[in-house]
């Protein structure tokens, strides 16, 4: 009885160090992915297209799986506003959530519905100069335009195609004369609106020929405000003039550099380089202005610099870079140097 007794103090005291150990090693787990501004720099697999090897810094994550104010169900779109502020279109938790520019949680718009202001499986949120809030309201196959303050204004739903309407529109972006581009994924085309909101015209029909797409999943405006299509399907970029008339494209499905599996987010650096998101590959591809892959960074996890299912990108005006991830219910922030 008295070697029983002894032995259990002794199993006991086992298990008590063994946690204590694990709580250390989990708190410094937890610090480093939460820290902001710190390492690691992140590998990077550059191609010979690089004169500069391409430098991405990890700095912080915000968000994690769950029904909270400051956790996601399934985030999809990230949107910086003029003011920095960072809007993400959370897909599963059919609402905005909005941040600071570090991450720290500031208000939520929305819940799951159909009535005026409310959201189902959202997916792309932008805002323009006059702090006007846009959502690409997939699963009500709407657009649905809010006050800076949350207000819902007004709607569009049943012009465009007329017959049709929109079939889950999934991205949004402004032209150079505020002319608004609707991502229709379901229609395989995009919607051009003018500033009124009034029907202009339609770009491409489903296909794989030049012009032509495969459930198109997001898109935006360069400086010169060009046209880039993220051709989900066809794994492709194309890009078309301020006109939409087609004008070139890149990629082809794969894993190679140059290659995409499912591109989704694009966005720009201060140096014109393009970035993009690729959902199945699990990483992030940089562009030369010349259309050339100058390499890739990520992989497949949920470590710091590892991706699940990434989806929207947006860069600062001083190159931080943020990217939703969809699988990993979370937003990770990087320096581009």
């Not at 710190?38 to 191609?47: A, Q």
């Not at 991450?103 to 949120?125: C, W």
């Not at 014109?272 to 497949?300: C, M």
Request: proline share 4%; net charge neutral; hydrophobic share 35%.
């Amino acid at each position: 009885m008295h070697r029983s007794i002894q032995q259990c103090l002794f199993l006991s005291a086992v298990v008590l160090i063994g946690y204590i150990i694990s709580s250390v090693i989990v708190s410094e787990n937890i610090s480093t992915i939460s820290s902001t501004y710190g390492d690691p720099m992140i590998e990077i697999n550059n191609t010979d297209n690089v004169k500069e090897p391409l430098k991405i810094e990890y700095l912080t994550t915000f968000g994690r799986e769950g029904k909270a104010d400051s956790e996601f169900g399934g985030p999809f779109g990230v949107h910086l506003s003029s003011d920095q502020r960072v809007f993400i279109g959370d897909d599963l938790g059919h609402s905005i959530k909005i941040f600071d520019k570090d991450g720290r949680f500031l208000r939520r718009i929305g819940k799951k519905g159909t009535a005026p202001g409310e959201f189902s499986y959202m997916d792309t949120v932008i805002t323009d100069m006059n702090g006007l809030i846009y959502i690409a309201d997939a699963g009500n196959n709407r657009v649905q335009v809010l006050d800076p303050a949350g207000k819902y204004l007004r709607e569009i739903r049943n012009w465009g195609l007329l017959r049709h309407g929109f079939k889950n529109p999934r991205g949004l972006s402004f032209d150079n004369k505020g002319n608004l581009f609707v991502m229709d994924w379901g229609n395989h085309c995009v919607q051009v609106f003018d500033k009124d909101l009034k029907f202009l015209k339609k770009i491409g029909k489903r296909g794989n020929g030049k012009g032509e797409f495969y459930n198109p999943i997001n898109l935006m405006h360069d400086n010169e405000g060009r046209l880039y299509v993220a051709d989900f399907k066809n794994h492709r970029i194309q890009v078309f003039d301020t006109e939409g008339n087609f004008l070139l494209m890149f990629g082809e499905k794969g894993n190679e550099p140059g290659q995409f599996l499912n591109p989704v987010g694009m966005a720009f650096d201060s140096r014109g380089r393009l970035f993009v998101s690729e959902y199945d590959n699990h990483r992030i591809q940089v562009f030369a202005p010349d259309n050339q892959s100058l390499g890739t960074f990520g992989k497949f996890g949920s470590s710091p610099g590892e991706f699940y299912e990434p989806v929207n990108i947006a860069i600062s005006s001083d190159d931080k870079l943020y990217v939703a991830e969809f699988g990993n219910h979370r937003v990770q922030i990087f320096k581009i140097h």
